[in-house]
């Protein structure tokens, strides 16, 4: 698969069979966001690998204590999904906004990586709601940054809609200048 079509055909994944993910495709998805750039080479991301069904249900239960509706649907489907990723932000001397960056870019080539394999995934901000308890229960001291839900997938949905290239650019040539 070309890159292209691997960008393409990224979707946010909600719904998983019930099919074991290899563990060498585990480690490609996993090489392929340790080689995303980050800011300063600093590389801010700390995962805790969850493939453990008990491990899963905790969190799920943890985030069911949420009224919202969609955050316990998030939960169904971290139950649901093969593999989950808690990333978790390294202490660094960055900043936040290019921590976050950085945990931006390792997260994407993830996703794509997955994509390639023909594994789905959906980036996971829910996590955020709960990170006092995320970070009890794997007695974790660093901030939690979001989450990564992996299976297979016998849905194909279809790509959601995009705003026009043409509305969210102004082109600066040698003609224009910022005034």
Same mark, same amino acid.
């Given at each position: 698969?070309?890159?292209?079509?691997?960008?393409?055909?990224?979707?946010?994944?909600?719904?998983?069979?019930?099919?074991?993910?290899?563990?060498?495709?585990?480690?490609?998805?996993?090489?392929?966001?340790?080689?995303?750039?980050?800011?300063?080479?600093?590389?801010?991301?700390?995962?805790?690998?969850?493939? @453990?069904?008990?491990?899963?249900?905790?969190?799920?239960?943890?985030?069911?204590?949420?009224?919202?509706?969609?955050?316990? @649907?998030?939960?169904?489907?971290?139950?649901?999904?093969?593999?989950?990723?808690?990333?978790?932000?390294?202490?660094?001397?960055?900043?936040?906004?290019?921590?976050?960056?950085?945990?931006?870019?390792?997260?994407?080539?993830?996703?794509?990586?997955?994509?390639?394999?023909?594994?789905?995934?959906?980036?996971?901000?829910?996590?955020?709601?709960?990170?006092?308890?995320?970070?009890?229960?794997?007695?974790?001291?660093?901030?939690?940054?979001?989450?990564?839900?992996?299976?297979?997938?016998?849905? @194909?949905?279809?790509?959601?809609?995009?705003?026009?290239?043409?509305?969210?650019?102004?082109?600066?040539?040698?003609?224009?200048?910022?005034?």
């Amino acid at each position: 698969m070309q890159i292209q079509e691997a960008i393409e055909k990224r979707r946010s994944i909600r719904h998983y069979v019930d099919k074991k993910i290899k563990e060498e495709d585990i480690a490609r998805i996993l090489k392929a966001g340790t080689l995303a750039p980050s800011a300063h080479n600093k590389q801010p991301w700390f995962i805790h690998v969850v493939e @453990n069904q008990k491990t899963k249900e905790q969190i799920a239960d943890i985030l069911m204590q949420k009224e919202d509706e969609s955050i316990k @649907n998030t939960a169904r489907i971290m139950k649901e999904a093969s593999v989950l990723f808690i990333i978790f932000e390294e202490k660094t001397d960055l900043s936040v906004k290019m921590q976050h960056q950085s945990i931006g870019a390792f997260m994407e080539n993830m996703c794509l990586e997955a994509t390639e394999l023909g594994i789905g995934s959906l980036w996971i901000g829910h996590i955020l709601e709960v990170e006092k308890e995320i970070k009890e229960l794997f007695h974790e001291k660093r901030k939690v940054a979001c989450a990564l839900a992996l299976g297979y997938t016998e849905v @194909n949905p279809s790509p959601r809609p995009r705003k026009n290239l043409k509305d969210m650019i102004q082109i600066h040539d040698d003609e224009e200048e910022v005034e």
